[in-house]
Each structure stands twice: as C-alpha cells, then as structure tokens.
C-alpha cells in the first residue's frame, strides 16, 4: 500500500508512521529523518539541508524530490511506502505522481491529521528524538527510561529545529505550501481526516480502521 502522510509539524506524523509501519509491515520513509541522517553524517546534502532546514525553510524541492527518488529504488519499497513529510509542496507532489507513474504505482490513501497551531507549539518544544526514528513526548509519550529510547537504547536528542521562533516560522511554511496538498489529494479522491489532538492510540486506531474499510 502507498500511504502519505501528512498534516502540520507536530501533528504525529512521525509518531502514528511507526506504528502504521510495524502494523502494516512497509516502510516509513521520513525526508525529514533522511536529512537529519546525512546532517549527522556531515555530507554535502547534510550541510545544504541544515541552512534551510535550522531556518525552518524547505529544503529545494529538487533536492528533495531527487532523495525520494532513490529511496524509492531500494527493494524494502515493493510492496508499499508510508512517506511521511514528503511531498511538501504542490511541484513535490506532481513529481511524485510522475516518479511513481513510472514505476507503474500510485499514491492510494492520503491520511491527513489535523492540530490547532496553539497546541503544536507546546508539543514540539517537549519533543525528544532518536536517530532510530522513534519519536517521544517528556509528558505525553515519555520513554520507559528517561532520555533513552525504548527501542534501541540511544539518548535521546532534542532537534535544532524545534525552539518556538523556527515553529513559528514552519507552520507559517505549513500554511503556505503544504495545506494545498490536502485539496489537492481531495480533488483526487484520497484524503481521510484525523483529529491529531486526540490521545495518540484513538487516532492509530481511527487511521487503522478507516485503512481497513479501503481494504
Ligand atoms: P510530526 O512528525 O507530525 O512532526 P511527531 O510524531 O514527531 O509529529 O509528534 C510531535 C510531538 O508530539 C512528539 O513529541 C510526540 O511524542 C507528540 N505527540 C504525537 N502525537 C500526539 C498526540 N496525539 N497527543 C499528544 N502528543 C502527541
Ligand atoms: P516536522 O514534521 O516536525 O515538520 P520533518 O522531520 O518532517 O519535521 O522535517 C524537518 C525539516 O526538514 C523541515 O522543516 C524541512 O526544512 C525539511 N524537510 C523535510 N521534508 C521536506 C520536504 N518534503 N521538502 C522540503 N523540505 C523538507
Ligand atoms: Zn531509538
């Protein structure tokens, strides 16, 4: 299955993707976890992707596109994909749709998770990352140990990106350049809507559900 996921920074994208991959047993692909990896690394896409990505821009949609595309090569992605922050911009998306046309695949469901920009700002200040991908939350979703990922038992970190200046500069970009996608896959028939204010296992099990009901 072909799954986007999208909503604003902090709506729990990354958080329901991993869930959603273990369930469905297909791959979570995160441009923005791809980034902070060749960041980490030090390569050349690492250093141009830290001066938008630290401004709370997006990267270029060519760059990013072209990630995607390679990604999308790696065997894992034969049987389906949750893309979890990409596309990001109405140009993305109608290069995706090329990309995949070629493959002789297509976007199938588009979940869509909503949350009030008020409430963002205090999710994503309390947010704590691992390099594995999972994501926690100090009060919300707080690992068994504190500063330790359950999984894989790394520390965890807090991203460059989430001080409350650069949020409010990326939910500005949100508004501007992603929001449009949910018309756009609307217009395509593909979008469901979550509440993404709910507790995180009620809205796994709505997106579960509704995945059930495309079967
Ligand atoms: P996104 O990938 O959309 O930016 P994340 O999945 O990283 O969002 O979630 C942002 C922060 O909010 C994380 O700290 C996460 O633990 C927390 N979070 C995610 N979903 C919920 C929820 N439904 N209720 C409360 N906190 C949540
Ligand atoms: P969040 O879900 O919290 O907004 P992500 O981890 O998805 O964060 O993305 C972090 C940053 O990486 C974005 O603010 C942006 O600078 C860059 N990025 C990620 N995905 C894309 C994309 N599809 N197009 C352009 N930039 C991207
Ligand atoms: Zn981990």
């Known amino acids: 299955m072909q799954i986007i996921l999208l ?14 991959s273990a ?12 980034f ?15 001066r938008y990505i630290d401004s709370g821009k997006l990267v270029p949609d060519d760059v990013t596109t072209d990630i995607v595309a390679s990604r999308l090569n790696e065997e894992d992605c034969a049987s389906g994909f949750i893309m979890d922050g990409f596309p ?7 290069m995706f749709d090329e990309m995949l046309e070629r493959l002789g695949k297509k976007v199938e469901v588009v979940i869509n998770i909503t949350v009030e920009d008020s409430i963002i700002v205090k999710r994503l200040s309390g947010r704590r990352m691992c390099s594995c ?11 068994k140990t504190e500063g330790v990922c359950d999984v894989c038992n790394r520390s965890l970190y807090i991203r460059d990106d989430d001080k409350e200046e650069t949020i409010k500069e990326r939910l500005k970009i949100y508004h501007k350049q992603t929001s449009p996608l949910v018309d756009y896959y609307q217009g395509k028939g593909l979008t469901m809507n979550f509440d993404g204010s709910k507790p ?7 997106i579960l559900d509704s995945l059930k009901k495309t079967d």
Do not use: C, F, M
Request: hydrophobic share 30%.
């Open 36 to 50: 902070r990896a060749h960041i980490k690394g030090g390569t050349n896409l690492g250093v141009l992707a830290k």
């Open 23 to 34: 369930t469905l047993k297909i791959p979570h692909i995160s441009t923005g976890d791809i």
């Open 88 to 94: 990001r911009t109405i140009p993305q998306a109608r």
């Open 200 to 206: 995180i296992e009620v809205t796994t099990r709505e």
């Open 7 to 20: 909503g604003p920074p902090g709506a729990g994208k990354g958080t329901q993707a991993a869930v959603l």
């Open 133 to 143: 991908g999972r994501t926690y939350h100090i009060d919300n979703n707080p690992p």
